[in-house]
């Protein structure tokens, strides 16, 4: 394979106006070339394309490094019109994917992520539903899934990479984990928690075990960091999907929309999956990253839920000074939300992001 120096083009990060769909699978979608061009029209620009086994990892790399290729062939004074949005790789070990893997799996996701700077570590996690039983007896054991999340997420910390999570029923054990490396000081730089569907009184807990200290914490149940430092210097992320679209999922989902900092929200399809959740929230649209719109919608629109339309801020006007109210709580436009979402996502990001920019300076 050839090595191309893979970075984003700098007009797209300095762009505030793009929809990045934070987690999705190009490989193992068919047909991904009309799938990419509509994602570009939908404003979908930058999409995070992960591999879940040692199988997948060379075609993503190999898929993401064309479309790359077609950018760095553009002419410098038109870097923002391929046809084509641009993508990101992340590889990784995916729970469900343990068994049957080549012992030295690790060792050659290390020197993959090393030829790679950009790259990111995912999708790795763990998965209480799909473990070990007589119902499942080809998925691994969760003391398996354990081991390989630590190592991955331990790896992430050493090559300062960021993470794509995938957390089925275990977010109290996702946080034990975050909360040791935490105290170990081997935080990896973001961890992105995908599709999160975990409880929301979750959530500070989350944040917390993922802010890094600069002194090893005593061993007490009851310390606890200040809450003003977590908000301000958490790795964590928390990434919604299709699943927000599903009506009967949809409340629980709708509580933590409202209740995790809004500096901390991104959203993803997981494309190929979830194709039922699109088709079923808007006729004709399907798993692919276009669809991160829909997500999109629906988050907007639960950010307002309880905020105020633009109507009543100028017909309760008595005099030149807005409502109090008014200036805490005005109401969001998608635009506002995608704004937001792309700063979240450029902090959320920055390791695999400035890294490549400062080698590609001249
Ligand atoms: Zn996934």
């Not at 939908?42 to 992960?50: M, Y």
């Not at 929309?257 to 999956?273: F, G, H, K, S």
Request: glycine share 4%; with cysteine; hydrophobic share 35%.
């Amino acid at each position: 394979m050839t090595k191309q120096l893979i970075f984003p083009p700098k007009a797209i990060l300095e762009s505030h106006s793009f929809i990045v769909d934070t987690h999705c699978h190009l490989c193992d979608c068919l047909t991904v070339h009309p799938l990419l061009e509509n994602s570009r029209e939908h404003n979908v620009n930058i999409i995070i394309s992960n591999a879940t086994n040692p199988c997948d990892w060379e075609e993503n790399l190999t898929f993401c490094e064309e479309v790359h290729i077609q950018y760095h062939n553009l002419p410098p004074d038109q870097p923002l019109h391929p046809s084509l949005p641009f993508p990101i790789p992340f590889l990784g070990l995916h729970p469900w994917m343990i068994k049957h893997q080549p012992t030295t799996w690790l060792d050659d996701l290390r020197t993959l992520l090393l030829q790679y700077p950009m790259c990111g570590v995912g999708e790795i996690g763990l998965d209480k539903i799909k473990i070990a039983s007589q119902k499942f007896p080809d998925y691994p054991t969760f003391p398996m899934q354990t081991a390989a999340f630590r190592q991955q997420i331990d790896l992430a910390f050493e090559l300062n990479r960021p993470c794509s999570v995938h957390c089925v029923r275990s977010v109290g054990n996702i946080c034990d984990i975050l909360t040791k490396q935490r105290n170990k000081q081997r935080l990896p730089p973001a961890v992105i928690l995908h599709s999160y569907g975990g409880p929301h009184d979750f959530i500070p807990l989350l944040l917390e075990a993922c802010t890094p200290v600069s002194t090893i914490p005593p061993k007490t149940k009851h310390f606890h960091l200040p809450k003003e430092e977590v908000l301000a210097n958490s790795r964590l992320f928390f990434s919604f999907s299709g699943t927000i679209l599903d009506k009967t999922g949809r409340d629980p989902l709708a509580v933590c929309v409202r209740e995790i900092p809004r500096d901390r929200i991104l959203i993803e399809t997981d494309a190929p999956t979830f194709d039922s959740m699109y088709a079923a929230f808007e006729e004709g649209a399907c798993s692919e990253p276009a669809s991160t719109r829909l997500v999109l919608k629906h988050v907007t629109e639960l950010l307002n839920e309880g905020r105020c339309p633009a109507e009543s801020q100028e017909g309760e006007h008595t005099n030149d000074q807005p409502l109090p109210s008014e200036v805490d709580n005005p109401l969001l436009t998608e635009q506002d939300v995608i704004a937001q979402m792309f700063s979240t996502f450029k902090r959320a990001y920055s390791s695999i992001l400035t890294i490549t920019h400062k080698q590609s300076d001249p």
